[in-house]
DNA sequence: GGTGAAAGGTCCAGAGA
DNA sequence: TCTCTGGACCTTTCACC
């Protein structure tokens, strides 16, 4: 599926506001309702739009600590790799998890209440995984920018 | 505000789905619309509720590939800080910035279409700001895990 | 917190550019 | 093919119990 500017523009405003009604956004793309609504469900149907989410501030609901956590293998296995993807997803502190190049092999983006939250994370659950090696922690100080967006 | 089980159930669906009716919304936490409208209502007014958007593949939208660039400044006075976070919040291909501990000072989340983008956000951007000392880029290989969801 | 009703949005069929 | 109009149906929002 190729998006013309229309579409961009709509993707634009979605994903700044998904609340906007179908008239509201054809408004400003100069279109009515009805094909602005055909636009937006096709590009559901195509996987563009994955989902439509509430945004909630961590802080206002106790999870005031951000970090980020590199995480290097001891074996790199598939099946040692695959365990590790796999019981890091199950856990609830993890919000992200990439697989990445460089000499860590997984980057980690965990909130937790506060420090003592993240010490029971690192000791009880990811040092309990097989296989691990070494484990770098950098805290965020403070959030400069946040944007679900994609630049489209 | 404090929340009770039912405000953590209502803002768990809502961070999974948000286009869900409150009607709907309430057969799930055994209540009518309207008292799910009424919570609704107060968690956005406190602003545990920021919005609503849409999420975006960025793939599908050619924007592959997903780099993690940590920022080590040279000089740290106020005014050498306050720059570089003004203008990095003006990077359209920066998706998060973090002020961190440690010794990067800066860890941004940057969307890109390619390497050849990435090179040029790196060299005609990031670069160009006063006051940049070492710059290192790791890549993401796969993305295993990425909620947007806070875990209430 | 529930009920019910007004206002307005979504979704779709049919027609036209 | 893409867009508009009109209408059935559903949701949001709110006054009242």
Chains 1, 2 share one sequence.
Do not use: W
Request: aromatic share 6%; charged share 30%.
């Amino acid at each position: 599926m190729t998006l013309d500017d229309t579409d961009k523009k709509i993707l634009r405003i979605l994903q700044r506001n998904a609340k906007l009604s179908h008239k509201q956004i054809g408004d400003a793309v100069n279109k009515s309702a009805t094909p602005v609504y055909e636009r937006i469900r096709k590009m559901e149907e195509a996987g563009i739009v994955k989902g439509y989410v509430a945004l909630v501030d961590p802080r206002k609901v106790g999870k005031a600590l951000i970090v980020f956590t590199a995480v290097h293998l001891d074996r790199h296995e598939h099946d040692a790799i695959k365990d590790f993807e796999r019981e890091i997803g199950k856990a609830e502190e993890v919000m992200e998890c990439y697989h990445m190049t460089g000499t860590d092999d997984y980057l980690l983006k965990v909130a937790v209440r506060d420090m003592e939250e993240y010490q029971h994370f690192i000791v009880e659950k990811l040092s309990r995984l097989q296989n691990i090696g070494t484990v770098r922690s950098s805290f965020v100080m403070t959030e400069i920018k946040h944007e679900t967006a994609v630049n489209v």
